[in-house]
């Protein structure tokens, strides 16, 4: 795993590569519904646009689709789920789920505190 960006927070760094998960409903960008692309907040990799983002009603940002990512199986906490990472640095970024709107059912669900926004 690669530590790029010397600037992160504690509460960053927990989530980015200690697995961490940011408590729902408080991320700044959950809400958000301007035209742009999510970037790890690490590296500055682009990894979801705003036209895969949906409301799931988790509490997190939810994609349907997702560029520049790895997925990692994970059994930590006694379930069996899907990781998310950024396929530049490593960073975690939340998990997928096969439980979503659209035609692909993916949901990644993305901890808002892992990802900068950047407007078209």
Known sequence: MKKINKNLTPEENHVLFEKGTEIPFTGK???????GNYACKNCGAELFSSDAKFDSGTGWPSFDDATNVKLKEDNSGGMKRTEVLCKNCGAHLGHLF??????NNNRYCINSICLDFKRN
């Open 29 to 35: 960008l959950l809400h958000n519904n301007e035209k």
């Open 98 to 103: 096969n439980d979503g709107p659209t035609e």
